[in-house]
């Protein structure tokens, strides 16, 4: 069973055009309508080798739904602790 739901912003608003999206095979973050990150059940961490850091907005709420800085997610992509792949 798939689940789609907004992301909520720390004042508990929707934002608009942010997506979580659970599925049987993990989390996946949605930034428009592009797939930005996919949190694998088996707990490796993907992202998107074209959109992970596509703008300021997707970056903003790629960092609250990874709950880490843009530098993090970079160190994270050269220690091959996060793998970029096409998920679009």
Do not use: P
Request: net charge positive.
């Amino acid at each position: 069973m798939t689940k789609c739901e907004q992301l909520v912003s720390d004042k508990g608003n929707s934002i608009a055009n942010q997506f979580l999206i659970y599925a049987n095979n993990g989390v996946y973050f949605q930034s428009y309508n592009s797939i930005i990150v996919h949190k694998h059940k088996n707990g490796k961490t993907y992202l998107d080798e074209y959109y992970w850091d596509y703008s300021k907005t997707t970056s903003k709420y790629r960092n609250q739904f990874l709950c880490e800085t843009t530098k993090q997610t970079q160190q994270k992509i050269d220690n091959g602790i996060y793998k970029l792949k096409n998920l679009n």
